[in-house]
């Protein structure tokens, strides 16, 4: 069973940036897949990011490809998310996803067995 904590959300202006990071425990951290996760109020949760087991293949939703970057690091068990160039329509509770089977990848919440609590992110204009 693998269990997550977000951190690293808050209140930034349009432009800002913020990084999440998520830590996992459990099992083995280099052996699943990983993703973030957003629902905005009034909205359903959609995907934002995903990463494979190694790092090497990582996939964005195209409203933040080229502003946020999905990472990892196995030796610490954890998972960042670096968001640049915010903006208001950012505004969401983030969710931190894990233990995708076989270590691949997914933008697919159903994929995912395991969830962070959430952190807020707002993006003032």
């Known amino acids: 069973q693998v269990q997550l904590v977000e951190s690293g959300g808050g209140l930034v202006q349009a432009g800002g940036a913020l990084r999440l990071s998520c830590t996992a425990s459990?099992?083995?951290?280099?052996?699943?897949?990983m993703g973030w996760f957003r629902q905005a109020p009034g909205q359903e949760r959609e995907f934002v990011a995903a990463i494979d087991w190694s790092g090497g293949i990582t996939l964005y939703e195209a409203s933040v490809k080229g502003r946020f970057t999905i990472s990892r690091d196995n030796a610490k068990n954890t998972a960042y998310l670096q968001m640049n160039s915010l903006k208001p329509e950012d505004t969401a509770v983030y969710y931190c996803?894990?233990?995708?089977?076989?270590?691949?990848?997914?933008?697919?919440?159903?994929?995912?067995?395991?969830w962070g609590q959430g952190t807020q992110v707002t993006v003032s204009s």
């Open positions: 459990g099992r083995s951290f280099s052996s699943y897949g």
């Open positions: 996803a894990g233990d995708v089977p076989q270590g691949t990848m997914s933008a697919d919440e159903a994929d995912f067995r395991s």
